[in-house]
C-alpha cells in the first residue's frame, strides 16, 4: 500500500458515469495483490482494492442502483505472492478470496498445470460456488471417474434491484492445458443443449452477462483463437433484442468493443493496473436511473468492419466505459466522495486487514531477498528488440552466461527463448526473489538436442519468428503501455501537507478547490488508450509509452569458435514449453528429429525463473545507486 498523499501520479479526470446498472471488472491479475511497489500510478494492494469495493457497493445503495463485480482468470504467473508457494496461488488466493465478487471466470494459467487445476477444481471453484463459471472448461474427477465442469455452466440470477441476468463464463479456445481438463471450442459449445436451452430460458431475461478469458475484438483472420463473437452471435440470432454485455481478457490490454447497439463488450488490461468501470442507463426493468451523479450518455454504434449479426430495432440503451489506475488516489476519489464533498476514509477493517496479511506473506516467503542491484532498467516493449534499454539484450547476455551444461560447456550452442515467458520490465535497483518471478515466473526447464548440424540449427530461429506466437492468440497492440522506472514521474505536487484527492483540471496548472491547492505538472507516462468509443476512456490521462513489436522468440549464442568461423555442429538448447515448434522447424530444413531425441541440458529445477538470479548473484553484487545500502544478498 501506498499512501495516497505521497501518490506521484497525475488524478482521475472527473466523477465515474453511473447507471441502472454498474460493473467493475479485474482480469489478469497474474499474482500482483501486493500492487506495483516500484510504480506509484500502479501502487494500491489487494486491502486498498477490498476496500475500495466496499465504498463503491455503499456508494451503489446510496445511488439505489446496481453494482457487479467480475473477475475474468489468469490468477497466478506473473508475481512472488502467487508463485513462490507451491503449488501457485496456495497463499494468494485465499487473499484473492478476501473479495467478494459477484461473477468470476477461469483462465488459462489456472490450466497449464495439474495441480493447479485441481486446486482452482476443488478450493478456488467451491469457494466462490455458483458465482464461477466454466462453460466450456471441465476437469478429469477422479473420485468419480467422469470429466466435470470446474465451476458453473451459467448462472441465472435476479440482481439486487430486480434486473434478470443469465451469465456465461467462457474461455477462448485454449489448447495449451496439461491433459486433465478438456475445453469445449467455442463454435462446439454454441451447438450445445444445455446452452441453447439457457439461451432460450423459461423465465424472463433481461440481460445476458457473457464473462470470459477471451479478447472481446475479434480479429476477423482465420485461426482467432477468441470466441467471444461467436457466443455473441449465437446469443444475438436466439434473442435479437436482449442487451448483451460482455468482459473479458487474456490479451492484458484496454479494450472495449461494439457489438451492436445493445451488446457491447469490455477488456480491463493486466497485473492490477487497470480496473474497468462500465455503466449502463436506458434498461426497461430494474432500478431507476440515479441522482446527482453523472449518467452514462453514449449510445453503442459498430465501429468494426467484422461482419456479425446484429438486432434491428433502436435501442433506448447508453453506456459509458472507464479504464481507472491501479492507485489509492484513484480508489479514494471514486469510492470515498470526495468529489461529492462528503469525504469518507477509504480503508476499511477489512481492506486494512488484507494489506496486513499480504505484508506479512511478502516476509514469510522472503521475497525481498535480494539478488543484487540492477544497473539499469531494461523494458519489454518500449525499445526496440536488442537496444540497449531492452530486456532481451540483457537476456541474450544471461543466457550465454549461466545456461552452460559443465560437460558440454566447450560446445557451442545456441539458446532458445520464447518471449512470451518474460512477463514485465527489469526495473534499476534491487532485483529481488520478487522480482525474479514478475520477470520470469514460470518452471519452463531448458532442454536440448546434441550436435545438430549447424546448417540446420542457424534457420531455427528465423522459422520461429516467421510462424505463430507459440501458444498465444493475440500480440499486445501497441495501445498497451505502462511506465517504466527510467520515465521520471511528473506528479502532482501536493501543497502545504495537503492530503487531498481533487480531481484535476485540463488547465491552469494551478488547481484550486475547497480551499486546498494542487499544483499539476504534465501528465506521466501510461496507458493512452483507443477503443471503439474513442480515446476519452482513460481516467487518468497520460503520455504515450513507445510501443516496438517484439519477435516470438529469442536467441542467445555461447561457446562458438572465437575466430568467428561457423562450428559443424551446434547444441540446440531451448525451452521444454516450446518443444514441439523447435523440433517442427528443424525438420522443415532437412531434420528427422522426434521428441526421444531430446533430453534436458540442465536438471528440471534450473527454469526460465532461475537463470536472472544466478546471473544477478554473478554480476551485480557491487552497490549501485537506488539500491538499499546494507541488504542481504540471496541465496
Ligand atoms: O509455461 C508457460 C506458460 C505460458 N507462457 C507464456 O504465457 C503466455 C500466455 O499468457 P497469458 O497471460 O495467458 O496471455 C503464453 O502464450 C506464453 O507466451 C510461457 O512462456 N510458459
Ligand atoms: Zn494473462
Ligand atoms: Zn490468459
Known amino acids: 500500500m501506498q499512501p495516497e498523499s505521497q501518490n506521484a501520479t497525475n488524478g482521475p479526470k472527473s466523477q465515474l458515469e453511473w447507471g441502472q446498472i454498474n460493473f467493475l471488472h479485474t482480469t ?106 466454466t462453460s466450456n472448461v471441465q476437469i478429469y474427477n477422479p473420485s468419480t471417474s467422469a470429466f466435470e465442469y470446474i465451476g458453473q455452466r451459467y448462472r441465472y440470477f435476479k440482481t439486487e434491484h430486480g434486473i434478470r441476468i443469465m451469465s456465461f463464463g467462457v474461455l477462448f479456445d485454449f489448447t495449451g492445458n496439461s491433459n486433465v481438463s478438456k475445453i469445449t471450442k467455442g463454435a462446439d459449445m454454441v451447438k450445445e443443449q444445455w446452452f441453447l436451452d439457457a439461451v432460450n430460458y423459461h423465465k424472463p431475461i433481461d440481460m445476458f452477462l457473457l464473462i470470459g478469458h477471451n479478447p472481446v475484438r475479434p480479429t476477423g483472420k482465420a485461426g482467432d483463437t477468441g470466441t467471444f463473437a461467436t457466443v455473441y452471435s449465437a446469443i444475438r440470432k436466439a434473442r435479437p433484442d436482449v442487451p448483451i454485455q460482455g468482459f473479458g481478457g487474456h490479451t492484458h490490454i484496454r479494450d472495449f468493443f461494439v457489438y451492436d447497439n445493445k451488446a457491447t463488450a469490455l477488456e480491463s488490461g493486466r497485473y492490477c493496473e487497470t480496473l474497468g468501470w462500465v455503466a449502463i442507463d436506458g434498461l426497461s426493468c430494474g432500478p431507476k436511473s440515479p441522482k446527482d451523479v453523472p449518467h452514462p450518455s453514449r449510445e453503442a454504434k459498430i465501429i468494426s468492419n467484422i461482419t456479425l ?7 433506448s440503451l447508453r453506456y459509458a466505459r472507464r479504464y481507472l489506475d491501479w492507485n489509492r488516489l484513484t480508489f479514494a476519489y471514486h469510492a470515498s466522495g470526495s468529489q461529492a464533498h462528503t469525504v469518507r476514509p477509504l480503508d476499511t ?20 531477498s535480494l539478488y543484487g542491484c540492477a544497473p539499469q532498467t531494461w523494458c519489454q516493449t518500449c525499445a526496440p528488440f536488442m537496444s540497449a534499454g531492452n530486456i532481451f539484450s540483457l537476456l541474450s547476455t544471461a543466457l550465454s552466461t ?38 520470469s515466473p514460470f518452471a519452463d526447464a531448458f532442454q536440448f538436442i ?31 503501455g505502462f511506465e517504466t522506472r527510467d520515465f521520471a514521474f511528473q506528479p502532482y505536487i501536493l501543497l502545504d501537507g495537503d492530503t487531498c484527492v481533487d480531481p484535476p483540471t485540463t488547465s491552469p496548472s494551478l488547481h484550486k478547490r475547497s480551499g486546498r491547492t494542487i499544483r499539476r505538472s504534465t501528465p506521466s507516462p501510461g496507458y493512452t488508450t ?17 510501443f516496438y513489436a517484439q519477435p516470438n522468440d529469442l536467441q542467445a549464442n555461447a561457446s562458438f569458435p572465437a575466430d568467428g568461423t561457423e562450428p559443424e555442429t551446434v547444441d540446440v538448447v531451448f525451452l521444454d514449453f516450446i518443444q514441439s515448434y523447435v523440433i517442427d522447424a528443424l525438420n522443415k530444413v532437412g531434420g528427422t528429429y522426434a521428441a526421444a531425441d531430446v533430453s534436458y541440458y540442465l536438471p528440471k529445477t534450473f527454469t526460465t525463473n ?23 544478498i540471496g541465496s
Not at 477493517?349 to 525481498?368: C, H, M, P
Not at 546434441?450 to 531455427?460: E, H, I, N, S, T
Not at 483507443?530 to 513507445?546: C, E, K, N
Request: proline fraction near 5%; charged fraction near 20%.
Open 610 to 632: 532461475s537463470y536472472l538470479p544466478v546471473f544477478a548473484k554473478q554480476m551485480w553484487q557491487a552497490h549501485v545507486p537506488d539500491c538499499p545500502v546494507g541488504a542481504g
Open 450 to 480: 546434441p550436435d545438430v548440424p549447424y546448417a540446420q540449427a542457424k534457420q531455427v530461429l528465423g522459422i520461429l519468428n516467421a510462424g505463430a506466437f507459440q501458444k498465444r492468440s493475440t500480440p499486445a497492440p501497441p495501445e498497451r
Open 28 to 133: 489478469d491479475t497474474h499474482g500482483w495483490l501486493e500492487g506495483h511497489l516500484k510504480e506509484q500510478n500502479y501502487g494500491a494492494d489487494w486491502g486498498d482494492y477490498v476496500s475500495f469495493v466496499k465504498g463503491m457497493r455503499r456508494k451503489s445503495k446510496e445511488l439505489g442502483v446496481d453494482l457487479l463485480v467480475v473477475d475474468t482468470g489468469d490468477l497466478h504467473d506473473g508475481a512472488g505472492l502467487s508463485d513462490a508457494t507451491s503449488p501457485n496461488g496456495a497463499v494468494s488466493n485465499v487473499i484473492f478470496e478476501k473479495l467478494d465478487y459477484d461473477l468470476l471466470t477461469i483462465g488459462n494459467h489456472e490450466l497449464y498445470v495439474s495441480e493447479i487445476a485441481y486446486e482452482t477444481f476443488s478450493q478456488f471453484s467451491k469457494f466462490y460456488g455458483d458465482r464461477y463459471l
Open 402 to 439: 549461466v545456461v552452460v551444461n559443465s560437460t558440454r560447456a566447450t560446445t557451442p550452442r545456441i539458446i532458445i527463448i520464447n518471449t512470451g515467458s518474460i512477463r514485465f520490465d527489469l526495473a534499476k535497483g534491487p532485483f529481488t526473489y520478487d522480482d525474479s518471478f514478475i520477470v
Open 530 to 546: 483507443t477503443d471503439d468509443f474513442g480515446s476519452d476512456g482513460d481516467d487518468t490521462m497520460h503520455a504515450r509509452i513507445p
Open 309 to 315: 449479426p446484429h438486432s434491428n430495432t433502436s435501442s
Open 349 to 368: 477493517q477489512a481492506g486494512k486487514s488484507v494489506t496486513a496479511d499480504i505484508t506479512t506473506e511478502r516476509t514469510k516467503l522472503n521475497l525481498t
